[in-house]
């Protein structure tokens, strides 16, 4: 991930959970870190019907897709799906085992300027908006990122249930 991905990697911080996909003879072929669930996000929180307390109370069973890389020799079409329902399937109980709860809800941020969204869209991630191009770390309001179209994946169908009071 550190040598491939255009972000890189400096360790996780937090919740998180990596996976490794192989194939069947071993070769790896993608890795994927989910983490923590960002903050605030407009699209999100108007989607789910989050306000300041509820969000507080729900954020923990959200986990945001912070990273996805296909390794540059690896050519596969669907692939980029086929692993994002895969793991879809199992990381509400992967993450159950190693943190004591699930996960109801998945998100992640796609930047506009180099990718379309192709893989969430065809995995069933529902786009939701954009961010403002802001950073986490912007409490002035003057950094100013590309944005970031906001995708979600509901891992069960009461997620709107399981994330009110």
């Known amino acids: 991930m550190a040598r491939y991905h255009y972000l890189g990697y400096r360790g996780s911080v937090g919740q998180n959970?990596?996976?490794l996909v192989r194939t069947g003879s071993g070769a790896p072929v993608a890795c994927l870190l989910f983490g923590s669930a960002a903050w605030k996000t407009a699209p999100r929180?108007?989607?789910?019907?989050?306000?300041?307390?509820?969000?507080?109370?729900y954020l923990p069973y959200l986990s945001n897709n912070m990273r996805?890389?296909?390794?540059?020799?690896?050519?596969?079409?669907?692939?980029?799906?086929?692993?994002?329902?895969?793991?879809?399937?199992?990381i509400s109980l992967d993450?159950?085992?190693?943190?004591?709860?699930?996960l109801y809800l998945l998100e992640t941020f796609v930047d506009?300027?180099?990718f379309l969204g192709?893989?969430?869209?065809a995995a069933n991630w529902i786009y939701v908006g954009q961010t403002q191009g802001r950073t986490?770390?912007?409490?002035?309001?003057?950094?100013?990122?590309?944005?970031?179209?906001?995708?979600?994946?509901?891992?069960?169908?009461r997620y709107q249930e399981l994330l009110s009071p």
Not at 45 to 57: L, V, W
Not at 74 to 82: E, H, K, Y
Not at 118 to 121: G, H, V
Not at 136 to 157: A, E, F, Q
């Open 17 to 19: 959970m990596k996976y």
């Open 45 to 57: 929180d108007r989607f789910i019907g989050f306000n300041a307390s509820t969000r507080e109370r």
């Open 68 to 90: 996805f890389l296909i390794l540059p020799w690896v050519s596969v079409p669907s692939l980029a799906s086929s692993i994002l329902s895969r793991i879809a399937k199992r």
């Open 95 to 102: 993450w159950s085992t190693k943190y004591g709860h699930p």
């Open 112 to 114: 506009r300027t180099r």
């Open 118 to 121: 192709t893989s969430y869209k």
């Open 136 to 157: 986490r770390n912007d409490s002035h309001m003057t950094i100013r990122v590309s944005l970031k179209d906001v995708y979600l994946y509901p891992l069960t169908s």
